[in-house]
């Protein structure tokens, strides 16, 4: 069993629990009323570097990322230092997030919001509505072709931006066949969570003008997002670089100016 299939395998009970308990129907409604969702995609829309920040405790590779996670301060900190957006990591078993941290840190926060999790039913995406998401990532090798489009449509019939990702070719052509804006390439390969910039660098070329394309994973620095740009990103996912460092608003300013 890969780690995917791992955490594939861990959310289910928890999911099927959460149905149960609260029907697909009932949150439906309590969508209804909300205001539209922020909009994910407009801030990658005009030139410049624009990042998605990434708010994570631990990973199934790295282990414990940022044992003292003050996730509010954080989510201030990268708002106020020009994120474009917040990536908030909410799978409970293997990286420490939380529903509960998502709804927190909309509150906290006037900038867009990713739910940032391994959606493979609708109601995940409901629920990332209702907590205050203004996206949901969409990740291709975890779906059939079919489930992504469906997905991706229900999504987007909620208010909510989608993000696919990536990272080999036939998920990026297969991610193309659904009308989705946002295309990732994550340089990490989920099945083994290895890196491989290389073949990330050559996909983000490969995304059409139409789609705006997010560069995922393996960023550290100012450097390596000009790369990434270079190769066709749009957009920046950066999650370990900024939960390592002491403090993560003085990283992400250096990240996007190129000097401390």
């Known amino acids: ?43 990658f829309r005009t030139p410049g570097l624009h990042v998605i920040a990434e708010l994570k405790k631990a990973s199934p590779s790295k282990g414990v990322i940022r044992p003292r996670f003050n996730y509010l301060e954080c989510a201030r900190d990268l708002a106020a230092a020009g ?15 939380s529903l509960q941290m998502l709804s927190e840190v909309a509150e906290c926060v006037e900038i867009p919001l990713l739910r940032k999790d391994f959606i493979i039913d609708p109601y995940q995406i409901c629920e990332a509505r209702l907590h205050g998401a203004s996206a949901v990532l969409l990740i291709a090798a975890l779906l ?28 990026l052509m297969t991610l193309l066949g659904c009308d989705m804006p946002l295309i990732g390439i994550n340089a990490r390969d989920l099945h083994t969570f290895g890196i491989h910039i290389g073949n990330a660098s050559k996909l ?26 270079r190769a066709g990103a749009r957009g920046f996912l950066v999650g370990e670089a900024l939960m390592r460092a002491e403090y993560p608003g003085d990283k992400l300013k250096e990240m996007l100016c190129g000097h401390a």
Request: net charge negative; glycine share 4%.
């Open 1 to 43: 069993m890969t780690i995917l299939d791992q955490i594939v395998h861990d959310l289910l009970p928890d999911l099927t629990a959460s149905k149960e308990r609260l029907p697909l129907s009932e949150l439906e409604i309590m969508v209804q009323d909300m205001p539209p969702a922020r909009d994910f995609a407009a801030a």
């Open 83 to 97: 994120a474009a957006a917040l990536s908030v990591v909410t799978e409970e078993k293997h990286f420490q997030g």
């Open 144 to 171: 059939p072709t079919g489930e992504l489009a469906r997905l991706s449509d229900y999504a987007q019939s909620l208010g909510m931006t989608v993000l696919g990702e990536a990272h080999n070719e036939d998920e």
């Open 204 to 229: 983000l070329g490969e995304v059409p003008a139409d789609r705006i394309a997010i560069a995922e994973s393996a960023m550290n620095s100012h450097d390596d997002l000009m790369h990434a740009m």
